[in-house]
């Protein structure tokens, strides 16, 4: 009877290791977060992270209402690096994921993170693309069951009464990635953050026609690459602060030296995911920039 024991010890050790494969870092997740969780609070305040993710994209914002949205993963190995910031500062769900197109420099970390933290819902720009990366993502999102919502343009995601999130660019199937970004304009009372995923010129030409786009703070599109942020793009948001997110020595040359000459010329202060994360916080008056002193927003 003694080797039937055994038996059976074996065979329900091997169904916990099928059923943990993902599960098992989802149950660490849990616990890590949960004891952090309890000290966040209602705030006033507007927290935007541009997270460190290597040559790729990730944006990390906790609203006022404590809400959390994610837009973008960097990526594949950013996966990890992200999920360690999220229990790093105690948040245990998003709200929202966006991911923005579907390269995989952006979405590549989003699949172990929708495999394995609580995600509320996924907007998507709705352009497929035939690589497995895609393929993985869409599955891990099915898998899950997560509402996967298409991004429509012009709409506001109502994530908090007093944020406004409005999608000023979403992606076609016919369009190519880049160009099927979703672009995203952040309103806390007098604080505005436009997010140019990575959209090009001719993207930056209609939205401009389209919608108010100033802002203060300018993600700036595609890694700095010279196919986004033209002149006409800086004279109608005008920023008073840029983030460019890259890694060193990429071999695109990102960020390109004629974008840098552009914004230098416009009196932007940089600010790069390259040596960190860039954490900005606003009360919807003025903006904290790395726990600095709170600097007015000017324009
Ligand atoms: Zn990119």
Redesign the pocket.
Known sequence: MKWIRVICFGLSVLFCLQLSGVSYATHDFAVQASKFISEQEQSNKLKIMFLQVGQ??ATLLVLPNQKTVLIDGGPHEAGEVIMNKLIEKGIKRLDLVVSTHP?M??IGGLIPIIQQVPVAMVLDSGKPYGTLTYHMYVRSVKKRRIPFIPAEEGKFLQMDPDVSIQVLNTGKRKLQNNESSIVLKIRYKKADFLLMA?ADVRTEKKIIQTYPVHADVLKIG??GSYTSTGRLLLENVYPQFAVISYEKGNPYGHPHRSVMKRIRKFGIQVYTTADGDVEMETDGNSLQIQGGLPLPLLR
Do not use: N, R
């Open positions: 790729g994209d390269d420099d952006h990575d595609h890694h």
